[in-house]
């Protein structure tokens, strides 16, 4: 006999909306590679602390959001609840930000004659 699914499982899968995809706060983000682990589409890489100097070897997740299927197993495992479930929009909002950012942080270390990877 088949089993009927709970309330539980019903409002989860309801609780999830088309298009969403998984974007990791970095600045909770511990490095542990728990979700790295867990993705079944190899879509989080492990990369420098974004605000570190490259001499600095702390390291950190980040999400390929044009890879990530929403699939939410990184974000049901993440030990640090560093990473939401973010929309297209919002994805499409703050990648830009995120990537000026970066640029800048680079910019700003080249300046105080540290090398940039």
């Not at 974004?50 to 890879?67: F, G, L, Q, S």
């Not at 942080?105 to 080249?110: I, K």
Request: glycine content about 4%.
């Amino acid at each position: 006999m088949p089993t009927v699914p709970t309330t539980s499982a019903k409002a989860a899968r309801q609780d999830k909306k088309k298009g969403e995809k998984a974007w990791i706060e970095t600045d909770y983000c511990s490095g542990c590679e728990a979700c790295v682990d867990i993705c079944p589409v190899d879509c989080i890489l492990t990369v420098q602390r974004p605000i570190a100097p490259p001499w600095y070897n702390e390291k950190v997740c980040v999400i390929d959001v044009t890879r990530c299927t929403g699939c939410r197993l990184c974000w049901e495992i993440c030990p640090w609840d560093c990473i939401v479930m973010v929309s297209q929009d919002e994805i499409e909002e703050v990648l830009p930000l995120a990537q000026t950012q970066r640029a800048k942080q680079a910019a700003e270390t080249v300046v105080a004659g540290e090398t940039v990877s």
